[in-house]
């Protein structure tokens, strides 16, 4: 893995397609499915995206913009984005980067809250600005990708046709420990906070998971998630931008995916699980098989197993599918592949949580006992054994160590281990099996308190999951923590069930639940014709917004 040993020393991220360029210039860095870039091209080779990031990163060296500044990226997936990204970093300025799906007032309110110097983005977005100034009363200097009208500023194509960058250009002189990005988390579960990511969290997180997936340089990967098509960039493969919506990989056609994925004799593929589960299925009914696909990659939620089994059956020999743990503060830390996890299947559908996998090299976890307030450290004594469910806490180079102005929110996801080092609470919980793998049954905020027991989700539903009629199910509480009714609501597989028929299916998962000591106590259910799920990869059951509507309910009144 690698991970810069000195502090001291310094290191731009960028440096790496650099390397990548120099290495193979001719290789195509960027395929774009999607239509056009700001010059017209589909196709982008590892020269041409040097040579425009250091023509932007000049750019901007110019002022009025200073090393660390922030700066809003608002560009769609595709040639610009990568150009844009490298071209900041070159520069030393810090991309600030939100979902887009979370909404315009709640992305606008995430973006204000990292104090921006500077906005790179396309002419909808600076508008869009304007129309909602006190969010962006910081910014000092515009980059506008198409028309630029009364802002003033640079313009993208303008800059990219400007003429050779200058030769003694050179990016900025940035450490390991400077801030590189501020990703924002989706607020699946909670507050959206902007993570500081470094220079050297991102060169470790290179190294990681060219090691974890055997990712070779050479490769051509369909990258249905842009932020971590960056990382294809940075390790010399070919990233195939697939002509799809990427705030909502749950409704993508699943044709012009796997089309894409054939066409472009793609290696490697990153899917959400719920995208996964939309091209397992449509592979499986038509009989496809990718016999160029070697690595699949699938994170953001747990998988359901028969989604992994079923699509590892349509890659070739060598294919293997990997399914990592982690958040974005901290990914990938822990990896399990389709054979462990047909292996734990049995377990998974007994209520004993997923299997996520050994820790990733460099890399150590821990399950510590359960509470929300502060920690300031825990000791060996307080490391559960194995078996037992508890809080997971992680440490090593891909671990944030901060969020962007929210000391609060910082010293809360925090704690000192008993070797000394920080570690991160990952708001998760689960627990560690003989053989080191981590199994995770649910999220911490999740889980319901009652009087006399404590409901873990993931555990629980996967009870319920097992009837042939039931497309999901998600517990949530009713009522204040230690007095919490626990009540499971069900999407069933069928859309239209009569009262008869859904009456029925209730009586048989009573049934179902009663033989499992985890889930014999929970009598409550209610029907959800569409679960709601988190923008990113439209995978995380938002129970937040279940259980405020299941204790609005008149049948629980």
């Known amino acids: 893995m690698d991970n810069p040993a000195n502090p001291n020393e310094t290191f731009n991220i960028s440096s790496l397609l650099t390397e990548a360029a120099k290495d193979g210039p001719e290789r195509v860095a960027v395929i774009n499915r999607r239509g056009p870039d700001s ?24 002022g009025p913009l200073e090393v660390g500044d922030r700066v809003v990226v608002m560009v769609p997936p595709g040639p610009d984005f990568f150009i844009v990204i490298f071209g900041l970093f070159k520069a030393g300025l810090v991309p600030v980067m939100v979902d887009p799906g979370m909404g315009l007032k709640r992305m606008f309110l995430c973006l ?8 790179v983005g396309v002419t909808m977005g600076h508008m869009a600005t304007l129309l909602m100034p006190k969010y962006f009363a910081g910014i000092k200097h515009r980059v506008t990708l198409g028309p630029k009208l009364f802002w003033g500023g640079q313009g993208f194509k303008k800059i990219l046709t400007g003429g050779a960058p200058a030769e003694g250009f ?23 906070k902007g993570t500081i990511y470094t220079h050297g969290m991102f060169r470790a997180q290179v190294g990681l998971i060219r090691d974890t997936f055997d990712m070779a340089k050479g490769g051509i990967d369909l990258a249905t998630f842009p932020l971590f098509s960056l990382f294809s960039t940075a390790l010399g493969l070919t990233a195939v931008i697939p002509n799809m919506n990427p705030t909502k990989p749950g409704h993508a056609d699943p044709r012009k995916i796997l089309s894409a994925l054939n066409e472009e004799n ?43 089994l079923d699509f590892s059956q349509t890659m070739g020999p060598d294919g293997r599918l990997f399914t990592p743990y982690g958040a974005t503060e901290a990914m990938p830390l822990t990896s399990v592949e389709a054979a462990d996890i047909a292996g734990a299947k049995g377990m ?12 990733v090299a460099g890399h150590k976890m821990a399950v510590i006992p359960i509470s929300d307030g502060p920690l300031g450290s825990f000791g060996e004594n307080q490391i559960l054994p194995m078996g037992e469910v508890g809080e997971f806490v992680a440490t090593g180079p891909v671990v944030a160590l901060n969020y962007f102005e ?61 009837h042939p009629r039931v497309r999901r199910s998600a517990l949530v509480g009713v009522g204040p923590a230690g007095q919490a009714k626990p009540v499971m609501i069900i999407e069933p597989a ?11 299916l209730v009586e048989e998962l009573k049934a179902l639940g009663r033989i499992n000591p985890r889930t014999k ?37």
């Not at 091209?41 to 250091?54: G, I």
């Not at 050179?170 to 959206?192: E, H, N, V």
């Not at 929970?522 to 995380?540: E, M, T, W």
């Open 521 to 557: 106590a929970i009598a409550s259910f209610l029907r959800y014709r569409n679960f709601p799920v988190d923008i990113r990869h439209n995978a995380k059951i938002n129970r937040e917004r279940l259980a405020a509507w299941a204790t609005a309910h008149p049948d629980l009144k």
């Open 39 to 62: 010059l017209g091209r589909s196709r982008l080779t590892y020269a041409q995206l040097e040579r425009d990031s250091t023509a932007l990163g000049q750019a901007l060296s110019q």
């Open 348 to 359: 998974t559908e007994q209520g004993f949580g997923m299997c996520v996998g050994k820790p």
């Open 170 to 192: 050179r990016p900025a002189r940035t450490l390991p420990g400077d801030a590189a990005a501020i990703l924002f988390t989706s607020g699946a579960t909670g507050l959206a």
């Open 112 to 119: 204000s809250e990292s104090k921006p110097k500077g906005l």
């Open 406 to 466: 929210r000391p609060k929110e910082t010293a809360l996801s925090l704690t000192k281990g008993p070797d000394g080092a920080t570690w991160r609470r990952m708001g998760d919980l689960g627990w560690q099996d003989a053989q080191g793998r981590m199994w995770f049954c649910g999220r911490k905020s999740q889980r319901v308190v009652c009087d006399k027991a404590v409901y873990f989700t993931v555990s629980c539903e996967a009870i319920f999951n097992n």
């Open 494 to 504: 069928q859309k239209r069930l009569s009262p008869k028929a859904w009456a029925e």
């Open 266 to 308: 793609c290696t490697s593929v990153f899917a959400s699980p719920a995208l996964l589960a939309r091209l397992s299925a449509y592979a499986t009914e038509n009989k496809l098989t990718f016999k160029n696909l070697k690595r699949v990659i699938s994170a953001g939620a747990p998988i359901p197993p028969q989604v992994a």
